[in-house]
């Protein structure tokens, strides 16, 4: 396994050097002349990752303001006098001030320390959820196409039939009966069981066309277990997009924490999200627009960076991605 | 053609029965409707809780198999789907609710469909040119934008309008409020209430059609079949018109189909922000009021939405591209 290893990274060395735009006889020699190859300086995948990322003006803007707000949910209470569950109850409603920067709610909560902890809680159920929804949807999603025949069919059969209900519905049955502090977590369970199916699809289709090729056929000759080959072979051959989707699923998962608890059936007081501050905020619109204007503005600056790091990562690691070779 | 639609609608609906039976379980096991009961004060005696709760067959101490076949008997038998913990039929409720929602999303899911592909058409013929990067740039902030946001900043910006203007010119709550006879009136009353909840749906829905359109056209512009039509002398926006776009279209007939079933819960959000009594609306009032029957009841209806959606797709697909085998 190896040599294919080497193998392939060189072919994928040679790919990635031509787009780079780098005389092409540079890159013929180390194949061609293995012997000569010492003396040129070769170019890691990871470097190149890196190079085509930054390349980007827009996935580099992305990485800087998601950055800022992971800095700001961990060390922006630290900097601020008030708790986000002490309420100042001389400011109630208080437009923004030396004393309040952001405003107070109508019960008096800092908007400040509010929006560093739904912050936080938004960032934790969409990184946690997202990373777990893809763990799943990869294993399953591979074993479905890998096992072919009757399990092929039985997996797609039950996968279609979970998706028949819209699983908004079925996450809002579920956080429904939580209630308090663990509210966040109950979240991520919800969107997690139910957010796993449609990918598993997309993953089951792009493994039909990698469990034809040799390099799985030979394992499988060979003796190597089912779920050695699963874990070992076929799921690291989709790791880009894998890697991809886990970052857009943060979006998608964000979104759907803000939806829930903007119905007021996600997180819930004491505990807070932006959605639930959002919800705050409706009520309040005509007298308070400040409770919904400065979690809106996070809201969108962080699923935008996030939007922005993943298109950038599908150009720069995306094997799939017919966007790079475009590239002017 | 029909025995391959037969076959599928077979397949749908056992799909449909397991799914409605998960849910139904799944909501008797999350959702406890005596609760309601216990946080009312004074609270009512045990054995009156358990009378209105066997009353909607929801009462927990019954075991939920049983529950489960009184539920299926009466849907099967008398089309009744149950009662609402309050001993409302959910049925009736439900059926009211979809005229608003209709309305709702009809006039947005077409602006939607018109707006979205024609941006991808335009911005696929302008691959990276500034054109294409600015409107992708707009659709990709659409894209991750929450419903909730879009819709309150669009209400903020609203009031202000009617502040600035003095008029309420546009209403940011249900959808009628003229109760007069006039024809005109009723219907300038109807768009002032549609327009914003319109234009939050159309920001939203436009989005996946015009990415997806783009793409597809790129796909098939590079193809032979084109470059030959370009080699026999055709001008690009010929061979764009008459070839490339044609294929392309049938990736987005099958998305529109599988729309439908958005339709019905799509809206949730945009009926909450605009408190417009929609379906989405009512399923967060079952959600909120821990009723099983009603929430199963909207959740089957969107399953039915979602499975026709799916059937149309196929009929479309199968209809469209010859090179669907059917058998």
């Given at each position: 396994m190896s040599d294919m290893a080497t193998e392939e990274k060189d072919l994928g060395l040679n790919q990635d050097v031509a787009t780079e735009g780098t005389p092409a006889a540079v890159v013929v020699n180390p194949v061609s002349q293995?012997?000569?190859?010492?003396d040129l300086k070769r170019t890691g995948r990871m470097t190149l990752y890196v190079r085509r990322f930054m390349r980007r003006p827009s996935a580099v803007f992305g990485l800087v303001v998601l950055c800022i707000l992971i800095l700001f949910a961990l060390f922006?209470?630290?900097?601020?006098?008030?708790?986000?569950?002490?309420?100042?109850?001389?400011?109630?409603?208080?437009?923004?001030?030396?004393?309040h920067w952001l405003g107070t709610t109508i019960?008096?909560?800092?908007m400040y320390a509010m929006i560093v902890r739904g912050l936080g809680r938004s960032l934790l159920v969409g990184i946690i959820s997202s990373t777990l929804i893809m763990i799943i949807s990869a294993v399953l999603g591979t074993a479905i196409a890998f096992f072919e025949g009757v399990v092929e069919k039985v997996g797609m059969w039950i996968l279609d039939m979970l998706l028949t209900i819209p699983s908004f519905l079925l996450v809002a049955m579920i956080v429904r009966s939580s209630s308090g502090t663990s509210g966040w977590l109950w979240l991520t369970i919800g969107i997690t069981a139910f957010g796993w199916i449609g990918y598993a699809r997309v993953i089951r289709t792009l493994t039909m066309s990698l469990r034809e090729l040799d390099y799985i056929r030979a394992a499988k000759f060979m003796g190597v277990g089912s779920f050695r080959i699963i874990l070992r072979h076929l799921v690291p051959n989709l790791g880009s997009v894998l890697i991809i989707n886990t970052v857009l699923g943060v979006v998608s998962a964000v979104n759907q924490e803000t939806a829930l608890s903007f119905l007021g059936l996600g997180i819930k007081a004491p505990d807070t999200s932006l959605g639930t501050l959002l919800m705050n905020g409706q009520s309040s619109v005509l007298t308070a627009p400040w409770i919904l204007l400065f979690p809106s503005a996070v809201l969108i600056l962080l699923t935008f960076s996030v939007q922005l790091i993943g298109d950038g990562l599908r150009d720069a690691i995306d094997p799939y991605s017919r966007s790079a070779g475009k590239a002017e | 053609m029909i025995k391959y639609i037969i076959r599928r609608l077979v397949n749908y609906v056992i799909m449909l029965f397991v799914a409605i039976s998960m849910t139904y379980f799944l909501a008797s096991a999350f959702m406890d409707p005596r609760s309601n009961y216990m946080s009312r004060n004074p609270r009512p005696p045990e054995a009156s809780i358990d009378r209105s709760l066997d009353l909607a067959n929801i009462?927990?101490?019954?075991?939920v198999l049983v529950r489960y076949f009184n539920w299926l008997k009466g849907i099967v038998t008398e089309w009744n789907w149950g009662l609402s913990p309050?001993?409302?039929?959910?049925a009736p409720a439900v059926a009211s609710r979809i005229s608003s929602s209709v309305q709702l999303v009809a006039i947005s899911t077409v602006l939607s469909i018109i707006i979205g592909v024609s941006l991808g058409v335009y911005t696929a013929i302008r691959q990276y040119k500034w054109q294409d990067r600015a409107l992708n740039a707009v659709s990709t902030l659409f894209l991750v934008t929450p419903a909730a946001v879009l819709g309150l900043l669009i209400v903020l910006g609203t009031i202000a309008i009617n502040n600035a203007t003095?008029?309420?010119?546009?209403?940011?709550?249900?959808?009628h409020s003229y109760e007069g006879g006039n024809i005109g009136l009723a219907i300038l009353d109807f768009l002032q209430h549609i327009i914003l909840p319109t234009i939050v749906l159309v920001c939203i829905g436009y989005v996946n059609y015009h990415l997806t359109q783009r793409t597809y056209l790129l796909d098939t512009m590079n193809a032979d079949y084109v470059r030959t039509a370009r080699a026999k002398g055709l001008t690009l926006n010929q061979a764009i018109r008459k070839h490339a776009l044609r294929t392309s279209l049938i990736p987005t007939t099958t998305n529109i189909a599988f729309s439908i079933a958005s339709i019905f819960t799509g809206a949730v959000i945009t009926e909450t922000v605009f408190a417009i009594n929609g379906l989405g609306r009512y399923f967060v009032t079952t959600i909120q009021d821990n009723d099983i029957n009603g929430a199963v009841c909207i959740a089957a209806f969107s399953g039915v939405c979602t499975l026709a959606g799916a059937l149309l797709a196929d009929i479309l697909a199968a209809w469209l591209d010859p090179r669907i085998r059917l058998n």
């Amino acid at each position: 396994m190896s040599d294919m290893a080497t193998e392939e990274k060189d072919l994928g060395l040679n790919q990635d050097v031509a787009t780079e735009g780098t005389p092409a006889a540079v890159v013929v020699n180390p194949v061609s002349q293995g012997g000569d190859a010492q003396d040129l300086k070769r170019t890691g995948r990871m470097t190149l990752y890196v190079r085509r990322f930054m390349r980007r003006p827009s996935a580099v803007f992305g990485l800087v303001v998601l950055c800022i707000l992971i800095l700001f949910a961990l060390f922006g209470a630290m900097v601020c006098p008030w708790k986000y569950d002490e309420p100042d109850f001389t400011a109630l409603a208080a437009a923004p001030s030396a004393d309040h920067w952001l405003g107070t709610t109508i019960g008096g909560s800092d908007m400040y320390a509010m929006i560093v902890r739904g912050l936080g809680r938004s960032l934790l159920v969409g990184i946690i959820s997202s990373t777990l929804i893809m763990i799943i949807s990869a294993v399953l999603g591979t074993a479905i196409a890998f096992f072919e025949g009757v399990v092929e069919k039985v997996g797609m059969w039950i996968l279609d039939m979970l998706l028949t209900i819209p699983s908004f519905l079925l996450v809002a049955m579920i956080v429904r009966s939580s209630s308090g502090t663990s509210g966040w977590l109950w979240l991520t369970i919800g969107i997690t069981a139910f957010g796993w199916i449609g990918y598993a699809r997309v993953i089951r289709t792009l493994t039909m066309s990698l469990r034809e090729l040799d390099y799985i056929r030979a394992a499988k000759f060979m003796g190597v277990g089912s779920f050695r080959i699963i874990l070992r072979h076929l799921v690291p051959n989709l790791g880009s997009v894998l890697i991809i989707n886990t970052v857009l699923g943060v979006v998608s998962a964000v979104n759907q924490e803000t939806a829930l608890s903007f119905l007021g059936l996600g997180i819930k007081a004491p505990d807070t999200s932006l959605g639930t501050l959002l919800m705050n905020g409706q009520s309040s619109v005509l007298t308070a627009p400040w409770i919904l204007l400065f979690p809106s503005a996070v809201l969108i600056l962080l699923t935008f960076s996030v939007q922005l790091i993943g298109d950038g990562l599908r150009d720069a690691i995306d094997p799939y991605s017919r966007s790079a070779g475009k590239a002017e | 053609m029909i025995k391959y639609i037969i076959r599928r609608l077979v397949n749908y609906v056992i799909m449909l029965f397991v799914a409605i039976s998960m849910t139904y379980f799944l909501a008797s096991a999350f959702m406890d409707p005596r609760s309601n009961y216990m946080s009312r004060n004074p609270r009512p005696p045990e054995a009156s809780i358990d009378r209105s709760l066997d009353l909607a067959n929801i009462n927990d101490k019954t075991p939920v198999l049983v529950r489960y076949f009184n539920w299926l008997k009466g849907i099967v038998t008398e089309w009744n789907w149950g009662l609402s913990p309050d001993q409302e039929p959910v049925a009736p409720a439900v059926a009211s609710r979809i005229s608003s929602s209709v309305q709702l999303v009809a006039i947005s899911t077409v602006l939607s469909i018109i707006i979205g592909v024609s941006l991808g058409v335009y911005t696929a013929i302008r691959q990276y040119k500034w054109q294409d990067r600015a409107l992708n740039a707009v659709s990709t902030l659409f894209l991750v934008t929450p419903a909730a946001v879009l819709g309150l900043l669009i209400v903020l910006g609203t009031i202000a309008i009617n502040n600035a203007t003095g008029t309420r010119i546009f209403y940011v709550t249900g959808l009628h409020s003229y109760e007069g006879g006039n024809i005109g009136l009723a219907i300038l009353d109807f768009l002032q209430h549609i327009i914003l909840p319109t234009i939050v749906l159309v920001c939203i829905g436009y989005v996946n059609y015009h990415l997806t359109q783009r793409t597809y056209l790129l796909d098939t512009m590079n193809a032979d079949y084109v470059r030959t039509a370009r080699a026999k002398g055709l001008t690009l926006n010929q061979a764009i018109r008459k070839h490339a776009l044609r294929t392309s279209l049938i990736p987005t007939t099958t998305n529109i189909a599988f729309s439908i079933a958005s339709i019905f819960t799509g809206a949730v959000i945009t009926e909450t922000v605009f408190a417009i009594n929609g379906l989405g609306r009512y399923f967060v009032t079952t959600i909120q009021d821990n009723d099983i029957n009603g929430a199963v009841c909207i959740a089957a209806f969107s399953g039915v939405c979602t499975l026709a959606g799916a059937l149309l797709a196929d009929i479309l697909a199968a209809w469209l591209d010859p090179r669907i085998r059917l058998n």
